[in-house]
């Protein structure tokens, strides 16, 4: 039985007994309920390793429209669980705590965005996939960052665009596509912390290290970087490169899948510019534990649900991606 408590808090925290294997229980609950667990390169390991498939944002939404599971649950942040269930409104999706926000999503709120917009007549919007169901709505056409750079080259040089909601990504496109779109003020408040310096003192112990980043960081950082490239890109990067030692500048969760898939080489996190912690880690991501996993598929609770209006809106500008991405 759901308790209110739980619905006010946003998750199901249920004492479980301390004998119960809870790896294990969860999968017999998704065999039992035909569900599967999606996860986020940057949630915990335990949580990786348990899940069905593990992925950015995205590729999990397109992996996850294509399962015959009934249950989907999305073990990263809300934004995400919107994606599943904009792609998928047939299937039930499960999040494990509906406080497991996004500060890149929560840094353009849909009524501000359409303000702009309509101050701004003429110009198209391109908005990055980290942002709410909402936002999609009022948006021309969503990108990633694998595919932001193609998407944004498609449109005519003199296209005006405003490019929401991170700054830092926008900027980064306008110096590799020679553009001048109007960048939205927002920012991932993890990607935002990266220290120069302190990557400046990680290449000098280690100068063969290669430098990896993701493109929400700060130009500084992306200036020292070798090479620049959304989570499976950068995954990708390493296991190819013939690097034995790399510098990463993106959230520390993925250091688990870089390990498990290339065990001889080495992963450094960058840390962040303040505070005693080595790594730099979303706090809203790490709300995603086994032990809300595990009461979250026995209730089925908490479900991301979205208006059938709402949703088909929000659909439009993530197919048009999907077809110019093809």
């Known amino acids: 039985m759901i308790k209110q408590e739980w619905i006010d808090k946003g998750y199901i925290d ?22 599967v667990v999606l996860a986020h390169y940057y949630t915990d390991g335990d949580i990786q390793d348990v899940a069905d498939f593990v992925g950015d944002s995205l590729a999990l939404a397109q992996i ?5 599971a009934d249950i989907l649950v999305m073990c990263g942040v809300h934004f995400m ?7 998928s409104p047939e299937k039930k999706v499960l999040i494990p705590d509906l406080n497991a926000g996004c500060s890149l999503a929560e840094s353009c709120p849909a009524e501000e965005l359409a303000k702009f917009k309509a101050e701004h007549p003429g110009y198209k919007v391109v908005a990055y ?10 948006t021309d056409i969503v990108v990633t960052s694998t595919n932001a750079r ?9 296209e005006k665009i405003i490019f929401a909601p991170d700054k830092n990504l926008g900027g980064y496109l306008n110096a590799v596509t020679h553009r001048n779109m109007l960048l939205w003020n927002g920012g991932c408040h993890v990607h935002e912390q990266f220290s120069i310096e302190k990557i400046v003192e990680l290449k000098a112990a ?18 020292l970087a070798d090479f620049i490239g959304s989570t499976a890109a950068i995954l990708t990067y390493a296991e190819k490169s013939d690097a034995a030692e790399f510098i990463v500048a993106t959230e520390s969760g993925i250091l688990h899948e870089m390990m498990k ?12 510019s303040t505070g005693p912690c080595a790594c730099n880690e979303c706090g809203f991501m790490r709300l995603n534990t086994l032990e809300k996993l595990y009461n979250t598929l026995k209730y089925e609770w908490p479900v991301v649900e979205l208006d059938e209006e709402l949703r088909i809106a929000a659909k439009k500008p993530i197919v048009r991606m999907l077809e110019l991405s093809k």
């Open 261 to 272: 898939r290339c065990p001889g080489k080495r992963f450094l996190p960058v840390p962040p």
């Open 14 to 35: 249920e004492a479980i007994p301390a004998d119960v294997d809870l790896k294990a229980g969860i999968r017999r609950l998704c065999e039992e309920k035909n569900a």
């Open 81 to 87: 669980a919107e994606t599943n269930k904009i792609l």
């Open 206 to 223: 280690h100068p063969d290290a290669k430098v990896l980043a993701h493109p929400e960081c700060k130009s500084g950082v992306l200036a």
């Open 64 to 68: 996850a429209e294509k399962t015959t």
């Open 150 to 158: 193609a998407i944004v080259e498609s449109f005519p040089k003199d």
């Open 129 to 138: 996939v980290n942002t709410s169901a909402a936002v999609k709505a009022h």
